[in-house]
């Protein structure tokens, strides 16, 4: 049974803190991998005190990511609703307003920069009409997150079940801000007029 219903927002992220400081004491092979990666990306660039935080503020990235996905599929339904109504502050909302008022969908295309799950249901608490296409790790968490959605009115739209591209269409046909993220580099194209950088790497 999950603890998350019980726990506030920062409660429940010291758990999840010391589930991944755990889990990091046990499989120090890929946690060396991390820390080697983030030296070498960064070496020429940082002194060594510099690099060190940087590797620290990742794996508190890497806790910080867990910790908001299950809090937003297992905490307490309410106070994930008080959380997202009071500590979350969206910019920008005056020109999705706009763009809606047109009677057409919106496209929202974003990275996976952090509480990136917060997006849809943030918006969703505040009555914007979202669609958002995603993929689940497991049926359980499926099942948890398609029911919360319900409750909110937004509509997510499963990456792995049926015509993605025609569930978008109809999503923007039905007026909704359409999320999507541009995260999996294994389905990136190469374009010979532009390039790509990622961590200063081209």
Same mark, same amino acid.
């Given at each position: 049974?999950?603890?998350?219903?019980?726990?506030?927002?920062?409660?429940?992220?010291?758990?999840?803190?010391?589930?991944?400081?755990?889990?990091?004491?046990?499989?120090?092979?890929?946690?060396?991998?991390?820390?080697?990666?983030?030296?070498?990306?960064?070496?020429?660039?940082?002194?060594?005190?510099?690099?060190?935080?940087?590797?620290?503020?990742?794996?508190?990235?890497?806790?910080?990511?867990?910790?908001?996905?299950?809090?937003?599929?297992?905490?307490?339904?309410?106070?994930?609703?008080?959380?997202?109504?009071?500590?979350? #502050?969206?910019?920008?909302?005056?020109?999705?307003?706009?763009?809606?008022? #047109?009677?057409?969908?919106?496209?929202?295309?974003?990275?996976?920069?952090?509480?990136?799950?917060?997006?849809?249901?943030?918006?969703?608490?505040?009555?914007?009409?979202?669609?958002?296409?995603? #993929?689940?790790?497991?049926?359980?968490?499926?099942?948890?997150?398609?029911? #919360?959605?319900?409750?909110?009115?937004?509509?997510?739209?499963?990456?792995?079940?049926?015509?993605?591209?025609?569930?978008?269409?109809?999503?923007?046909?039905?007026?909704?801000?359409?999320?999507?993220?541009?995260?999996?580099?294994?389905?990136?194209?190469?374009?010979?007029?532009?390039?790509?950088?990622?961590?200063?790497?081209?």
């Amino acid at each position: 049974m999950s603890p998350f219903p019980f726990l506030t927002f920062s409660i429940s992220g010291w758990y999840i803190a010391i589930l991944g400081k755990l889990y990091y004491f046990f499989n120090r092979k890929e946690k060396r991998l991390i820390r080697n990666t983030i030296s070498f990306i960064y070496k020429r660039k940082m002194d060594s005190e510099k690099v060190k935080v940087t590797i620290k503020e990742a794996f508190k990235g890497i806790f910080d990511h867990y910790h908001e996905k299950l809090f937003v599929a297992y905490s307490h339904f309410q106070n994930l609703q008080r959380f997202l109504d009071r500590q979350i #502050r969206l910019e920008g909302e005056d020109a999705l307003q706009t763009a809606l008022e #047109r009677g057409k969908g919106v496209i929202l295309v974003t990275g996976h920069f952090g509480a990136v799950e917060f997006l849809p249901g943030c918006l969703a608490v505040k009555g914007f009409p979202a669609s958002m296409i995603c #993929r689940f790790q497991t049926n359980r968490l499926r099942q948890s997150l398609q029911q #919360r959605s319900d409750w909110v009115g937004l509509n997510l739209i499963d990456a792995d079940e049926g015509n993605i591209f025609r569930a978008a269409i109809n999503a923007l046909k039905q007026g909704r801000i359409l999320i999507t993220e541009c995260d999996e580099f294994d389905e990136w194209r190469a374009d010979d007029r532009r390039d790509t950088y990622f961590l200063n790497q081209k």
